[in-house]
């Protein structure tokens, strides 16, 4: 089991940047890929962007080329940066985990309960 803190939420305007951290525990952080999630008030939560323990990363549509997730296995740490930060960004954004063995097809990556681990979630709102 992977316990999950995240951190770096917060208010910010349009066009601005945010960057939020997850802080894992456990032994299997190396091995575990580390996704980002997001949900939004009255919306289901949605993928936004993930990395598996080696290096590889998914990117939704709309995080592409705006949102960085990187991981540091020293720290047990993933980061996602996001820049030109829009309004429709604004949602509690969780951090997860998974055993790369949950992921056979890549597919798997974007569902949310192929993941075991979840943080409590921070907030992050964009103001227009």
């Known amino acids: 089991q992977v316990q999950l803190v995240e951190s770096g939420g917060g208010l910010v305007q349009a066009g601005g940047s945010l960057r939020l951290s997850c802080a894992a525990s456990?032994?299997?952080?190396?091995?575990?890929?580390m996704g980002w999630f997001r949900q939004a008030p009255g919306k289901e939560r949605e993928f936004v962007v993930v990395?598996?323990?080696?290096?590889?990363?998914y990117y939704t549509d709309s995080a592409k080329g705006r949102f960085t997730i990187s991981r540091d296995n020293v720290k047990n740490t993933v980061y996602l940066q996001m820049n030109s930060l829009k309004p429709e960004d604004t949602a509690v954004y969780y951090c997860?985990?998974?055993?790369?063995?949950?992921?056979?097809?890549?597919?798997?990556?974007?569902?949310?309960?192929?993941?075991?681990?979840w943080g409590q979630g921070t907030q992050v709102t964009v103001s227009s």
């Open positions: 456990g032994r299997t952080f190396s091995s575990s890929a």
């Open positions: 997860a985990a998974g055993r790369d063995y949950r992921f056979l097809i890549d597919s798997y990556y974007y569902r949310h309960n192929k993941y075991d681990d």
């Open positions: 990395i598996n323990s080696s290096g590889r990363t």
